[in-house]
């Protein structure tokens, strides 16, 4: 793996206007196709480390302390997939009018780049024929359109803030895979934001561990998953339910 740093993040501290500290000194490094997992509770800041990255501070949080050196363009994939989709415009037109302006390619082009980033999403030949409407596709199709959207800018790192939380469990893992197999595919290097320790370990080879806005912990997944030096690690590495396993039939009982 190569070992350039894309982005260097040293002491960020996020201020609230009511002086409230809510990202304090947090330090991590990204290098070029290196993915990031950013866990924790809900709360923790993960969410506030990710938009300081793109330069999209809420109103009335502001970088108080620290520095961020970045050395690629970032996109990010939110949350909510139907809230960053405009409702009255086709999807295929609004992935295309991503390319056009960041790529500065003919209307022409940009609706064929955009229809090729679709395919590369897997997403269905009659998505991508007929023009469709957000309200028309189904969650995981908005996820992979607006993740369409943040590679339409190609950028050197994407940022994704819980991208899978409002899926099911099976599309999930499709997009999980998908996002993977793309980043083998145009190199990016990704922070994925989760509160799901199981979704982070599977995409990130590094973990940041975060509680109430500091960074309690980093390392390689396996070796923060396997030695946890935080108690605060430990006691998120416990509460990953495992899949229970079946009793006997005949038993009476369905799990043992
Ligand atoms: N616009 C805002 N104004 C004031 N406080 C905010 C704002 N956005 C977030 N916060 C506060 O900053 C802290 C960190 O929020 P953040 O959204 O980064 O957490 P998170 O770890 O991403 O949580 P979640 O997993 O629930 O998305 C929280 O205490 C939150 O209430």
Request: aromatic letters at 4%.
């Amino acid at each position: 793996m190569a070992t350039t740093p894309v982005l260097e993040i040293e002491d960020l501290t996020l201020t609230a206007k009511t002086q409230e500290v809510l990202v304090k000194d947090v330090s991590f490094s990204l290098n070029q196709g290196e993915s990031l997992g950013l866990v924790g509770e809900s709360g923790s800041g993960k969410s506030l480390t990710l938009r300081a990255v793109l330069g999209l501070l809420p109103r009335g949080i502001e970088q108080t302390g620290g520095v961020i050196r970045s050395a690629a363009d970032s996109a990010m994939v939110f949350q909510d997939p139907r809230g960053a989709l405009d409702p009255l415009c086709p999807v295929v037109k609004q992935v295309a009018e991503v390319v056009y302006y960041r790529q500065r390619l003919s209307r022409k082009a940009s609706r064929a780049a955009a229809l090729e980033l679709l395919h590369m999403l897997g997403l269905p030949d009659s998505l991508r024929k007929t023009d469709r409407y957000p309200g028309q596709l189904s969650g995981g199709q908005c996820q992979r359109i607006v993740i369409a959207m943040a590679l339409a800018c190609k950028p050197g790192i994407l940022l994704c803030d819980e991208p899978t939380t409002a899926l099911d469990v099976t599309v999930q893992k499709q997009i999980m895979e998908t996002v993977g197999r793309l980043q083998q595919e145009l190199g990016f290097a990704m922070i994925f934001v989760t509160h799901n320790l199981a979704v982070a370990a599977a995409m990130c080879s590094r973990l940041a561990v975060m509680k109430k806005g500091e960074i309690v912990e980093q390392g390689s997944t396996l070796s923060v998953l396997q030695e946890p030096q935080n108690p605060y690690t430990q006691m998120l590495i416990n509460s990953v339910l495992p899949v229970p396993e079946l009793a006997p039939e005949g038993s009476g009982v369905l799990w043992t």
